[in-house]
């Protein structure tokens, strides 16, 4: 397999033909042939850019397979050498990244349960000074926002330049369809609040099977994130960890001829002007909302000065059930998800509650 010249598959985190960026290759490094075998097989792809494999594995209990060490870092050389993938692994602490750096890795990511813990990322991040390399930053198993943006600022501070986040979902005491949470408001508040940081989508981690892979690598698509990484093992039903949701190269490959590939700029003017026209829409309802939410919280008022007058509590629960059941009915039936409808009454009514209070309690003067 003729080597690929560096950076064209990487650059701008742009994966093969400005397609989003692959990284696939097992959970683990188990043995030479194992790692070997597997990176021949994704190296045939060309949507393929880094091949990944843990040296070092943060099992949850002590007798799982923790992985094979730097043994396995030599194998990772190789696989560089031999097919011209580049190659990347996880790190949690300062001699993970020292051994790394010595055996040429091309990529570094900071797990889950790494990204947790703010001196575990600093000692990374110390390590990491100065060092040219692509790091990427998983988000903390909890979902806190901050965590995971102060974990990726740590790393900047390094100096860090090519460096991105991988969204692998959230734990939940709940028995859920996902082994993860994807909460996928966190990923999309984070390109809010740094666009210019590229998020890759590891749907194994989230799904925890194989059978979810396709819908939530779809869904990242959809949402436009920069890439994906996906584990795959020349034979999961044998891999030492995470047999459940590995593929095998081949099953890779038909997944990624599955993935549609959403164009998120359109550039073709009837295009933007059928979207200008629409969003136009939108901004028109958006405006009538908000018309609508101040005339209610009016009312609202009202209704505050006069329970003043009569001294009357604010909460009356009976009225607030009717309201919810009513507006469920109602709702439901216009094609409102239960979901919706529950929050947003329950934020609309919270607000009626703190205007009523405002008037009940700021000794505001009654009309
Ligand atoms: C992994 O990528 O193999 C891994 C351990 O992931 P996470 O940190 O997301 O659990
Ligand atoms: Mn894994």
Redesign the pocket.
């Known amino acids: 397999m003729a080597a690929q010249p560096e950076n064209t598959r990487i650059k701008d985190w742009k994966g093969y033909k400005g397609r989003p960026f692959m990284i696939a290759g097992p ?2 490094a188990e043995t030479e042939d194992q790692v070997m075998e597997t990176a021949r097989q994704l190296a045939k792809m060309d949507q393929i850019s880094i091949y ?1 494999a ?1 040296i070092w ?2 099992r949850t209990r002590p007798n799982s397979f923790e992985g094979v060490g730097s043994e396995g870092l030599k194998w990772l050389r190789t696989v560089k050498q031999e097919t011209g993938l580049l190659v990347g692994t ?1 790190v949690a602490n300062e001699k993970h990244v020292y051994e790394a750096l010595k055996y040429g890795v091309d990529l570094l ?7 947790v813990n703010p001196f575990t990322v600093q000692e990374i991040s110390d390590a990491l000074n100065g060092v040219d390399i692509m790091v990427l930053v ?2 903390p ?1 909890n979902p806190d926002l901050d965590l995971w943006i102060g974990a990726i600022e740590r790393i900047a501070r390094a100096g860090i330049t090519r460096i991105g986040a ?1 969204h ?2 959230f734990s939940s005491y709940e028995k859920t369809l996902y082994r ?1 949470q994807p909460n996928w408001q966190l990923p999309i508040e984070l390109r809010r609040r740094i666009p210019e940081l590229p998020i890759i989508c ?1 749907p ?2 989230i799904s925890g099977s194989r059978q979810f892979l396709h819908e939530i690598s779809q869904k990242a698509m959809d949402l436009n994130f920069d890439g994906l ?1 996906i ?1 795959s093992h020349i034979d999961p039903s044998k891999a030492l ?2 047999a459940a949701q590995q593929l095998t190269p081949n099953d890779l490959k038909e997944l990624l001829s599955r993935l549609i590939y959403r164009n998120p700029d359109p550039s073709d003017p009837k295009l933007l002007d059928v979207l200008g026209e629409l969003r136009q829409q939108i901004d028109i309802y958006d405006d009538h909302l908000l018309d609508l939410m101040e005339k209610r919280m009016k009312v609202a008022e009202t209704i505050g000065r006069y329970k003043k007058e009569n001294n009357i509590t604010i909460l009356q629960s009976t009225r607030w059930d009717e309201i919810i059941k009513k507006v469920m009915a109602k709702g439901l039936v216009k094609g409102l998800s239960q979901e919706l409808i529950d929050t947003i009454f329950k934020a609309i009514h919270q607000e009626s509650i703190n205007h009523q209070m405002k008037v009940m309690n700021n000794g505001e003067k009654e009309h």
């Not at 990511?109 to 990204?115: D, H, K, L, N, V």
């Open positions: 959970c683990s990944r843990g594995k943060p996880e990511w900071i797990g889950a349960r790494t990204s998983k988000n198993v991988i692998r979902g993860n590891d194994s981690h990484m584990e960890s995470d």
